[in-house]
T-cell receptor, first 115, second 109 residues
Framework: KAGVTQTPRYLIKTRGQQVTLSCSPI?????VSWYQQTPGQGLQFLFEYFSETQRNKGNFPGRFSGRQFSNSRSEMNVSTLELGDSALYLCASSEFGTGVNTEAFFGQGTRLTVV | QKEVEQNSGPLSVPEGAIASLNCTYSDRGSQSFFWYRQYSGKSPELIMF????GDKEDGRFTAQLNKASQYVSLLIRDSQPSDSATYLC?????????FGQGTELSVKP
């Protein structure tokens, strides 16, 4: 069974640009969550998509957005990049979402560097 | 007060010893509790999760949950150098995972 696949693995972007990251969950999993990991803030929740609908959202500005397709693949978009957006972006796949008795598995992450 | 707190470490144990990692959380409404292991430069890897009070064992790992004390721990028996990593405690709340800052574990040969 294939794991969670994130592409690309590494990105270098310039301030002001926008970027799109992709996540393909484990087959059969309908929930995809996105997290940002930085040395200072640790892992922080961005948002969760379930069956093409955003179900939960964290405390990030509107520059961060996402969507999910009918095959459960998800994309995350960051517009008007800032230096502080440099981070490891992780997506987590779970069958029904993070709750009681439901595991969440992470992809390898996308390392975004904004210069 | 942070929602999920862990000692940052580093926690150093000799090979073969028991490593004990601790985590406290502030919200009594938290539902499930997860332990992830993260090697430097890699993504978090799920070790185990627990949602009922008591102990849950999986191989060399035992998770312990005490909801009354709002405390969850992870014991690693017969620690190996390959266990050296950062261990992240996460709490499920409202459909998202809230992570602690992680405890760095170093197992010395």
């Amino acid at each position: 069974k294939a794991g969670v696949t994130q592409t690309p693995r590494y990105l270098i972007k310039t301030r002001g640009q926008q970027v799109t990251l992709s996540c393909s969950p484990i087959s059969g999993h309908r929930s995809v969550s996105w997290y940002q990991q930085t040395p200072g803030q640790g892992l922080q929740f961005l948002f969760e998509y379930f069956s093409e609908t955003q179900r939960n959202k964290g405390n990030f500005p509107g520059r961060f957005s996402g969507r999910q397709f009918s095959n459960s693949r998800s994309e995350m978009n960051v517009s008007t990049l800032e230096l502080g957006d440099s981070a490891l972006y992780l997506c987590a796949s779970s069958e029904f979402g993070t709750g009681v008795n439901t595991e969440a598995f992470f992809g390898q992450g996308t390392r975004l560097t904004v210069v | 007060q942070k929602e999920v707190e862990q000692n940052s470490g580093p926690l150093s144990v000799p090979e073969g010893a028991i490593a004990s990692l601790n985590c406290t959380y502030s919200d009594r409404g938290s539902q499930s509790f997860f332990w992830y292991r993260q090697y430097s430069g890699k993504s978090p890897e799920l070790i185990m999760f627990i949602y009922s009070n008591g102990d849950k064992e999986d191989g060399r790992f035992t998770a312990q949950l005490n909801k009354a004390s709002q405390y969850v721990s992870l014991l690693i028996r017969d620690s190996q150098p390959s266990d050296s990593a950062t261990y992240l405690c996460a709490v499920s709340k409202g459909g998202k995972l809230i992570f602690g800052q992680g405890t760095e574990l170093s197992v010395k040969p």
